[in-house]
């Protein structure tokens, strides 16, 4: 918030704790949605669709989405929610 504003204000806090807690908020639902294995199904079948008949025994054995993505996204998720609601008391202080 000093970079940007160059003071410390309450709208100062309320606009950038958005940005941040969006963005959190935002990549843990992506994350989320993609480990469980929603986009799966159009993505082998889109992968087979383009690709020619040769490439096809390379297509049954490529990873998944769902397979790729490991990390804890709930530690992400919750921290955009955490950071919106703290956002959310400000707004309403303001």
Aim: aromatic residues 18%; hydrophobic residues 50%.
């Amino acid at each position: 918030m000093w970079c940007y504003y160059k003071e410390w204000s309450l709208l100062g806090y309320i606009n950038v704790s958005f940005i941040f807690g969006a963005i959190l908020l935002f990549t843990g639902l992506t994350s989320y949605i993609l480990s469980s294995g929603f986009f799966d199904l159009f993505y082998v079948t889109s992968r087979k669709i383009i690709s020619s008949k040769r490439k096809l025994s390379e297509i049954t054995h490529m990873r998944k989405p769902s397979e790729i993505i490991h990390y804890n996204f709930k530690f992400v998720l919750l921290l955009g929610l955490e950071i919106l609601l703290c956002m959310g008391i400000t707004l309403i202080a303001y």
